[in-house]
């Protein structure tokens, strides 16, 4: 167990938990817990009130019909996407949820605001419900699992529940002990309020500046701000959704989380999410060499300067299951079942 108890090597499995459950449990959690639907009919109380930024927000995104568009407001989108993608990818899930790499203080709250300017709330309330995602995949307890409450609640329901608003920071004991960091999970809107500013700035100070780009502050804002969240929050939900529902399985996980090379694509490497749920703890989750990973391969280059550090690769062990696995996927996809599969890929 490491210092704070959160990683635990499980020798019998060769995997190290992220979340402090040994993984011999989960296995046999799986042959001993049916996967039903949940019976609690609160949890699905939509809290009406709270989420009308939200809808708001989507709807906003009707002002590009009046704002117009030009390149620089393209740029601006593809920019603010890929650099909080960033902060949610690396610092929202693979640091602080899993702690997959290391990191000084100070970085990692500027990772923390970059994961925040997304408004997917703050670093700890993202990261306690993903470790209990961690715990509970696809069974009771699992709150953004498709299989306990359909498609559509896994991708944009149970967020907006009274129940799922508040922090257990019992759950992330590790990172509660930062007061910078509590303060930007308890009020969570102070980074997208000083990050709709800075958009807005900046597109102002382009179309000023240099007239010819056609740009202003409002255009820069509806593009860069609302489109690129609404965007980003798709992305991030379908990891939720689609990546519990499509694609493959190359490790026989007690979930049915899926590796997707289009959701690799678009969320940053974090499409191959049936590698992830095997080893969570690895900075990186395409974890052969043609599995494209970009938020792993940023934080490579930041390693370099020595910014982040530990990066947690997966056992030499797991991949060698996993290419027994490919194997026998590819022998299944090709009309066989999945008992005859075992034999090819063993042998
Ligand atoms: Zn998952
Ligand atoms: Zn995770």
């Known amino acids: ?56 927000l989507h709807l906003a995104c009707g002002f590009v019909f009046v704002v117009g568009c030009s390149p620089a407001a393209l740029i601006g989108l593809v920019v603010t996407f890929l650099l909080r993608e960033f902060g949610l990818t690396a610092f929202y899930h693979r640091y602080f949820s899993h ?60 967020f ?34 000083l990050f709709g500013i800075l958009v807005y700035g900046i597109g102002w100070w382009v179309g000023y500046a240099v007239p010819s780009t056609g740009t202003s502050g409002w255009q820069m804002l509806v593009w860069a701000f609302v489109v690129s969240t609404i965007l980003l929050y798709h992305v991030t939900y379908a990891i939720n959704s689609l990546a519990h529902t499509w694609g493959s399985r190359r490790f026989a996980t007690d979930d049915d989380s899926r590796n997707n090379v289009w959701l690799a694509l678009a969320a940053g490497g974090e499409g191959w999410h049936n590698n992830h749920h095997r080893f969570p703890a690895s900075a990186r989750q395409g974890v052969y ?42 022998y299944r996809s090709a009309g066989n079942s999945a008992d005859e599969a075992s034999a090819p890929a063993n042998g």
């Open 1 to 56: 167990m490491d210092q704070d108890g959160i990683l635990q090597v499980d020798r019998t499995q060769g995997v190290i938990d992220p979340i402090g459950e040994p993984s011999v449990e989960r296995m046999h959690r799986k042959s001993t817990q049916a996967v039903t639907a949940s019976t609690d009919e609160t949890e699905y109380v939509i809290a009406w009130g709270r989420i009308v930024p939200f809808i708001l």
């Open 160 to 193: 907006l529940t009274e129940k799922n608003y508040r922090t257990d920071y019992s759950k992330v004991k590790d990172f509660s002990r930062f007061p910078e960091l509590v303060l930007l999970n308890r009020y969570d809107f102070t980074g997208p309020v």
């Open 99 to 158: 702690r997959a790499f290391k990191t000084s203080r100070w970085f990692q709250f500027v990772g923390a605001c970059l994961g925040s300017a997304a408004i997917q709330r703050g670093p700890l309330w993202w990261a306690a419900h993903h470790r209990d995602h961690h715990r509970h995949s696809d069974h009771d307890g699992d709150v953004h699992s498709p299989h306990q409450h359909g498609f559509l609640w896994s991708h944009m329901g149970w």
């Open 289 to 330: 060499w043609w599995e494209f990973d970009t938020t792993y391969y940023v934080l490579v280059v930041l390693s370099w300067f020595g910014v982040v550090w530990g990066l947690r690769q997966v056992p030499r062990e797991i991949l060698v299951e996993g290419r027994a696995g490919t194997l026998r996927e590819r």
